[in-house]
Nanobody, 126 residues
Framework: QLQLVESGGDLVQPGGSLTLTCSAT????????FGWFRQAPGKEREGVAG????????DYADPVRGRFTIFRDNAKHEIYLQMNNLRPEDTATYYC???????????????????WGRGTQVTVSS
């Protein structure tokens, strides 16, 4: 069973940047697709970015497209979310999750994820 730990959340000013890290341990994490999700207070959790097992395919939610980049280092079993030009509406707890089945070459649909980590808090405020 994969275990996920997120880190890198912080307080940042609007327009600033952050990089989140998801560390994965367990059986064959490289075969799974991974996704970053977020949940703001009073709102439902939403998908932000997804990446295939080999890291060759990515997808993004419209609100973050062009500002966020998901990438992974399979040698380190880590998945990253580079966030640029942050906005107050990006404030949320960010979680990573892995796909329910192997997704080596395609990005899993948002409904195909499981086993979220405990999250890391991102606050965008002046």
């Amino acid at each position: 069973q994969l275990q996920l730990v997120e880190s890198g959340g912080d307080l940042v000013q609007p327009g600033g940047s952050l990089t989140l890290t998801c560390s994965a341990t367990g059986y064959a994490p490289d075969y799974y697709g991974f996704g970053w999700f977020r949940q703001a207070p009073g709102k439902e959790r939403e998908g932000v970015a997804g990446i295939s097992g080999k890291g060759e395919a990515t997808d993004y939610a419209d609100p973050v497209r062009g500002r966020f980049t998901i990438f992974r280092d399979n040698a380190k079993h880590e998945i990253y979310l580079q966030m640029n030009n942050l906005r107050p509406e990006d404030t949320a707890t960010y979680y990573c999750a892995h796909s329910r089945t192997w997704f080596p070459t395609a990005v899993p649909p948002w409904s195909y994820y499981t086993s979220w980590g405990r999250g890391t808090q991102v606050t965008v405020s002046s």
